[in-house]
């Protein structure tokens, strides 16, 4: 074992030690479909200067949902009922009346002036307004110099060194930065201990903080706005949650929790064991596959993925990531394309040996290592740089699909290039593994490539002909969205909710049984205490809440209807607004990137082969009347990183025969990496439809759209990133005038030379 390979062990075994410590003395946070959690139902009311109407209680309701995400809790449910009311649903909260409290702050935020004492100022005060301050004593205050509204950004901060114990620091946008320091430096021209040198920060008409002006700020001087602090004595969480209320920003409108109590999951137990029966039949059938084509290699490899599924477990927990049925499944098919890092090196390591059948079998797979590099970090970054742009500029499912997403990829990383190098490096030192080729899975070419390289076809000869295909695929989806209509869920369009009282407890499975027979499967039921069943629905006539409450009745027995209220969807406008753009930017990056690391051609095509992708996706189901929602979003975000992944695998392959045949028509180098990737696009392929299949299959009517959608995805995903991307790349270059790649050197200054092998002399007869 070289000391390279000793190095990959021991950062192995040491991270994997950490995760199986976290594992087993964490509990997962469970999402609302899975454990239930805290409902709350707040009443907007009418201020001074708002009405509580549609359009105030909709933007109360964005407030709140950023509240709620700066309180830690992921996955929540926010949905406007009627006019004025607001549904909030909130998973696994530890203390529901904190939340509450926090939730239902106005958090209306001033700045002021201090004219006097309350007994020398009192009503002569220009607003009238006189507050107690920290100690107790009145202050006579001026109007309201600025809002809170202007504040850019707020955090809580300790100061160890000066002894002032927890503060929150603001930093102010640019106007508003303008009037705090108006405001301190006319503040500063009273003398030192005056109470007209103080400025009074007032939240919900109660004083935070009042502090004096430094002496050292000269009159009409001021502060600028990035020095300033809120002092007072604060503890770690009052200065974190009087932090998160600032940069939330103030309810536009008050809000007043009328009901608050605990609900049950959305899902019952029988579809969540059939989802876990079905997650671990695929991944069973995933590691089953890759032993069969990769022998030896592709059982540490599966070995490899075993830990990946522990590593990141461990780090969605460590986290505090919510965890819903869908996202579990998502987690689930990770690994099944995580195996892509490794079929992507056993294929070069398989191409290595054929090339050289004289190198050792270690010096192939560590070649294998070496020139899949660039492929594994290319499509890795891409993928990272759209999980990080929808974690800071998404909002709700969106930014915790971001946090998912990169958690995935930076364990599938680990896997691949430390755990399963570590293992097999072990294995191929073997002399009995080196010598028998049935065992190791690399010495031998495999089924794929050895048909390929006997037939050979030509599947670049006519790029035009395919990107044809591609454009009739194209115009049957738009063709589906323009007659069918896309059929989206209650999460987009609202709809209904309905609250029933029946007679005998009714459990969620049951009830979910008894309305998909009635012709409602995709209602959502939820629980709330024996005998109490809340249905949400999308549109919903009086014949069809009849339809509702007679099949409950067949299960629970005399069943009477205690709220009905009309509800807005729970992706709001702002949270789809934000979703879109951080997608869009995402797919810029993404496209600058790419441009850069090969050509703006490859690029471009790349960029072209996920909107192909996209379109074909929604138009499926527009045409099979399927439902777009919440988990249809999140198997599209899936789908869009698998397109690109493929899409930069083949294009690095290009590029790479491209720099050693400069003179070679680029359709033909175009046409032998297509067949070279061929093996490693069908085998990644194959191990996430074993896993998509399980789910679609043997995981209820929870997980069948989210399968189904991400079945589609990565099939046609699979060929838009040969039958696509490669062909408009082909006719791009025909306009392009910039010169063929440069071949890279290799480590020790030979074009393609790679490192001895380290138990090699070097000497040959």
């Not at 509580?52 to 709140?64: G, Q, W, Y």
């Not at 108006?182 to 040198?197: I, K, M, S, Y």
């Not at 979703?579 to 072209?608: C, H, K, M, P």
């Not at 979003?633 to 590029?655: E, K, M, W």
Request: net charge neutral; glycine share 10%; with cysteine.
């Amino acid at each position: 074992m070289t000391r390279a390979t000793t190095v990959r062990a021991v950062l192995a075994a040491a991270v994997l030690l950490v995760a199986v410590l976290i594992t087993l003395t964490m509990s997962p946070r469970l999402g609302l479909d899975l454990q239930g959690g805290t409902r709350m139902v707040l009443q907007a009311e009418d201020s001074g200067t708002a009405k509580a109407d549609r359009e105030s209680t909709d933007r109360t309701l964005e407030v709140l949902r950023k509240r709620i995400d700066s309180l830690g809790v992921a996955e929540p449910t926010l949905t406007r009922s009627g006019e004025d009311r607001i549904i909030v649903e909130l998973p696994d909260v530890q203390d529901p009346r904190k939340a509450a409290e926090v939730i239902g702050r106005t958090a209306q935020l001033t700045f002021h002036a201090v004219q006097g004492s309350g007994a020398s100022g009192g009503p002569e005060a220009a607003d009238g307004l006189t507050l107690p301050d920290e100690q107790g004593r009145d202050l006579a205050l001026g109007p309201a110099a600025l809002s809170g509204a202007g504040v850019k950004d707020a955090s809580a901060s300790f100061d160890a060194q000066q002894g002032a114990g927890w503060s929150v620091s603001l930093d102010f946008h640019k106007d508003a930065g303008r009037d705090w320091t108006r405001l301190t430096g006319e503040a500063a021209c009273h003398p030192v201990q005056d109470e007209r040198r103080r400025v009074a920060i007032v939240l919900d008409k109660q004083v935070i903080s009042s502090p004096q002006v430094s002496p050292t700020v000269g009159c009409d001087t001021g502060l600028p706005s990035g020095s300033t602090q809120i002092t007072g004595s604060f503890s770690a969480d009052e200065a974190r949650e009087l932090a998160l209320l600032i940069q939330g920003g103030a309810l536009p409108v008050p809000v007043e929790i009328v009901e608050q109590r605990t609900v049950g999951p959305t899902l019952g137990a029988a579809a969540i064991d059939a989802s876990a029966r079905a997650a671990l039949i695929g991944a069973a059938a995933t590691a089953l596959f890759i032993t069969v084509v990769y022998r030896l290699f592709g059982a540490l490899a599966a070995v490899a993925l075993g830990a990946y599924g522990v590593i990141s477990y461990a780090a969605l927990v460590a986290l505090g990531v919510t965890l819903t049925l869908p996202g579990l499944a998502g987690f689930v098919l990770a690994v099944g394309m995580a195996v892509d890092a490794n079929v992507l090196v056993f294929e070069r390591a398989r191409e290595e040996h054929a090339q050289h059948p004289g190198r050792s079998l270690r010096t192939s797979l560590t070649a294998g290592f070496r020139h899949a590099w660039s492929a594994v970090a290319d499509s890795n970054v891409t993928t990272l740089i759209a999980a990080g742009l929808l974690f800071f500029l998404g909002s709700g499912p969106v930014k915790g699909f971001g946090v998912t997403l990169g958690i995935g990829v930076l364990a599938s990383m680990f896997s691949a290039l430390v755990i399963a190098r570590a293992l097999t490096e072990t294995a191929a030192g073997s002399r009995f593994v080196s010598n028998y080729r049935g065992v190791n899975g690399i010495a031998a070419p495999g089924r794929v490539r050895t048909w390929l390289n006997r037939r050979d076809p030509q599947l670049m000869r006519s790029p035009r002909r395919w990107l044809l295909v591609s454009a009739v695929l194209i115009a049957v989806a738009v063709a589906g969205i323009l007659v069918r209509g896309v059929n989206f869920g209650v999460e987009f369009t609202g709809g209904r909710l309905v609250e029933y009282a029946t007679s005998r407890p009714v459990d969620v499975e049951s009830a979910r049984t008894a309305l998909t027979g009635a012709g409602f499967p995709d209602a959502e039921v939820t629980t709330a205490g024996a005998g109490d069943i809340s249905v949400r629905t999308g549109e919903l006539d009086n014949a069809g809440e009849h339809a509702v409450r007679a099949a409950l009745a067949e299960e629970g027995g005399e069943t009477t209807k205690v709220r009905d209220e009309l509800i807005g969807p729970s992706l709001g406008d702002e949270l789809r607004r934000n979703a879109l753009i951080a997608l869009a930017i995402a797919v810029l990056v993404q496209l600058a990137y790419l441009a850069v690391r090969f050509r703006w051609t490859f690029a471009v095509a790349s960029v072209g082969a996920l909107v192909h992708d996209v379109i074909i996706l929604i138009g499926a189901f527009a045409w099979l009347g399927r439902t777009v929602d919440g988990i249809f979003l999140a198997a599209l975000l899936t789908v869009i990183g698998y397109s690109v992944n493929d899409s930069v695998v083949v294009f690095d392959r290009v590029r790479e025969l491209w720099a050693k045949a400069r003179r070679e028509p680029l359709g033909a180098v175009a046409n032998r990496a297509v067949l070279q990737t061929v093996p490693r696009t069908v085998n990644t392929g194959m191990g996430a439809l074993f896993i998509l299949v399980a789910l679609a299959v043997l995981g209820g009517d929870s997980l069948a759209d989210f399968a189904l959608a991400l079945l589609i995805g990565i099939v046609v995903g699979t060929y838009s990133s040969v039958m696509t991307a490669v062909p408009a790349a082909l006719l791009l270059e025909r306009g392009s005038k910039a010169p063929p790649p440069v071949r890279t050197r290799g480590p020790r200054g030979r074009s393609g030379a790679g490192r001895r092998d380290p138990l090699d002399n070097g000497a040959r007869v």
